[in-house]
């Protein structure tokens, strides 16, 4: 059997979309200086709540538009608690999730009781049988446009320097007359919107109906990306590429004659110590955004 | 009062406009931890399970004369192992053999164990049924300490004396006819298995497919991917659609999120535990479905004659008792089923029946990849 190089590579771009959606808005929110842990609820919720559109109205769109929706009421919630209560950044964050993890499994308990899955109307691949490109809509728009839209207004907008001026320097900021806790609600809201997207692709996308625990850590996965990408746009999509590929590469080694040896824990945490390995060269003497983890308050 | 406490002066007139907005602050502080409080109550009420009371009409268990059975699962009912045991029991409930309550979600072996002490404190239930392998210490300790009260737990260990009952999904027989199905299905001679991890529950599900597999096709290869984990559809779907860049056909799921692969390439697959047709009209062939309905009547007649002794109930589980046994063969298939597998599958499953055919039992972890005559 001849390996499958063109599989796993199709199958890198398709693990790796959520993580990018997600990566993407923990960065926005980052670059506001807010650590939202917050990301693997909100990506759970937009999992669910963009699920239970789609089985509801069998529209997928109408399902992406209501997941947007509860990104930016997460992202409102995380806002409402780390900027105009000042809590701190990692309890909050910590305490969305359980919230909107446990929300979410109870109203899935009510609806659908424990009976057998429901299927939503999904998205379907562009390009079938085209190899690399038979990917979902979400993947094109991640990669052609989500990424290259973002780098261009954290680099050339006024939002995308208000952003990074609230996360550097927010004193500063205030001075030279920007409102900080708007700024950071908004980059809050916008990164938890991506962050909802992200998530709504396994339900949406990928699979066509909810299961608990879907998320499966991935936005924890992410948190680390954006470090692993020093906050910068293209570099965190380099290591969402990078962790799709190293996981796609184990799912298709192991069922390789050749390597069937190789026990399978290993090559499970195969993508995790890739990923640690990389934080360990490349994570060092990172520069966090100067106001990481600080509420702001006027002296 | 608390040691070492002194109230705060009062703030003075002058130093109002600071500490008022100070004060503010804490206030501010004080809305987000109540916040953050209400935030937990409602997790921890989510999280900590929900108590049914489904088809409990009479709640304090002995107005009706019959046995309270309590369900206590360590999974959500959504996760298919604890859910086939709460099916089985609210099938009971309605058919009038049992009362039943259950709670789930005692994730930790600390939950489980108060959970249970809890139990039994307040609902004084006459049987216990729930699954134990994430807390096989601490539910025999509390069995041990409470031998009037029948104890039946999922587990891979053995039964405990006086009380404790153990079964498990002794699926073996609907996987070795899925197998020679998917044998006979297979025109690229690969077949891909996507299951939870290389456990005993799981192995010998897995490797009696395999077996079967080889009768109906003997060179057929077989792949398998665990994806460690019981619920990660995302990754099982991944895994699924390695096996079919690998050159597999034919797809067993033992996980959910394989069928939406299978689906999706237009592919024949099985599914598990329950029947999953309707997940996928026109790829599903049949599911591997769990019936625990034999093992709890057997626990609810014993309890009841008074002959309820600690045993191993996993032969209940078996195709020959009821316990389990493959879905109808759907007929709407976008591929066609040959009729002659069909019978053959049919003839072997008649066999099982009759206790002519024992499906081997093999809880050796299988190699990613089998080529099943050698």
């Given at each position: ?271 995790y110590l890739v990923v640690i390995a990389a ?21 | ?255 959910a999120g394989v069928i939406a692969a299978a ?112």
């Amino acid at each position: 059997m001849d390996f499958p190089l063109l599989a796993v590579l199709a199958a890198t771009l398709t693990i790796a979309t959520p993580l990018v959606w997600a990566a993407l808005g923990a960065l926005i929110n980052e670059r506001a200086g807010i650590l939202n842990l917050g990301i693997e609820g909100t990506m759970y919720a937009g999992a669910f709540v963009g699920f239970l559109t789609a089985v509801t109205t069998g529209n997928p769109y109408l399902g992406l538009g209501t997941a947007v929706v509860a990104g930016l009421a997460a992202g409102a919630l995380m806002g409402l608690l780390t900027v105009t209560l000042g809590v701190n950044q990692h309890v909050a964050g910590i305490g969305t999730t359980l919230l909107l993890v446990a929300a979410c499994d109870f109203t899935n308990r009510l609806l659908f009781a424990t009976g057998t899955q429901q299927a939503a109307a999904s998205f379907e691949r562009w390009f079938p049988g085209l190899g690399v490109l038979a990917q979902y809509p979400m993947t094109f728009v991640a990669f052609l446009v989500l990424a290259p839209v973002l780098w261009w207004v954290l680099r050339s907008t006024g939002f995308g320097l208000r952003l990074h001026a609230v996360g550097e320097n927010p004193e500063a900021a205030d001075a030279a007359g920007i409102p900080v806790a708007r700024t950071r609600y908004a980059a809050l809201m916008l990164g938890s919107a991506l962050m909802a997207v992200g998530g709504s692709f396994l339900t949406l996308s990928l699979l066509g109906s909810f299961t608990l625990d879907i998320v499966s850590g991935r936005g924890w996965i992410c948190i680390a990306l954006v470090i692993f990408g020093r906050w910068k746009v293209w570099p965190v999509v380099a290591g969402a590429l990078l962790f799709g590929f190293t996981d796609a590469l184990q799912l298709q080694l192991a069922i390789t004659p050749m390597f069937s040896g190789v026990p399978n824990e290993l090559l499970i945490a195969f993508p995790y110590l890739v990923v640690i390995a990389a934080l360990a060269v490349w994570g060092r003497k990172v520069r966090y955004p100067g106001a990481y983890l600080t509420p702001y308050r006027r002296a | 009062m608390i040691h070492g406490f002194r109230p705060r002066s009062m703030p003075t007139r002058s130093a109002t406009s600071s500490s008022y907005s100070s004060s503010f602050r804490r206030l501010g502080r004080g809305v987000a931890s109540l916040a953050l409080a209400c935030a937990v109550l409602v997790t921890v009420a989510a999280c900590g399970g929900t108590t049914g009371e489904e088809a409990s009409t009479g709640a304090d268990g002995g107005e009706s004369g019959l046995p309270l059975v309590f369900g206590a699962f360590a999974t959500p009912l959504e996760e298919p192992w604890d859910g086939a045991i709460h099916a089985a029991l609210e099938s009971a409930a309605e058919d009038g053999l049992i009362e039943y309550q259950h709670v789930d979600n005692l994730a930790t072996a600390d939950e489980m164990e108060s959970g249970l002490r809890d139990i039994i404190a307040n609902q004084e239930p006459d049987i216990i049924i729930g699954d134990a392998f994430a807390a096989e210490d601490a539910v025999r300790a509390v069995a041990a300490d409470f031998p009037d009260i029948a104890f039946a737990f999922g587990s891979g260990g053995e039964e405990q004396a006086p009380n404790f009952s153990v079964f498990d999904n002794w699926m073996q027989d609907p996987a070795y006819l899925a197998g020679m199905t998917a044998g006979g299905l297979t025109e690229s001679g690969t077949i891909g298995v996507v299951a939870a991890m290389p456990i005993p529950e799981v192995n010998r599900i897995v490797n009696a497919f395999i077996a079967g597999a080889q009768e109906t096709n003997s060179s057929a290869t077989v792949t398998v991917s665990f994806i460690n984990s019981f619920f990660d559809p995302a990754t099982a779907k991944q895994a699924a659609e390695a096996a079919i860049a690998g050159g597999a056909d034919v797809l067993f799921a033992e996980r959910a999120g394989v069928i939406a692969a299978a689906e999706e390439n237009g592919l024949p697959v099985f599914g598990m535990m329950v029947d999953q047709q309707a997940e996928a009209p026109e790829h599903v062939v049949s599911s591997l479905l769990w019936d625990m309905r034999p093992t709890v009547e057997a626990i609810v007649e014993s309890v009841e004659d008074g002959s309820y002794e600690a045993a191993n109930l996993g032969e209940f589980s078996f195709m020959i008792n009821g316990g389990s046994s493959l879905a109808p063969f759907n007929t709407e298939t976008a591929f066609e089923v040959p009729a002659d597998l069909i019978s053959s599958v049919e003839a072997r499953q008649a066999e099982i029946l009759a206790g002519e055919f024992e499906t081997p039992v093999d809880e050796e972890a299988p190699a990613g990849s089998t080529t099943v005559g050698e």
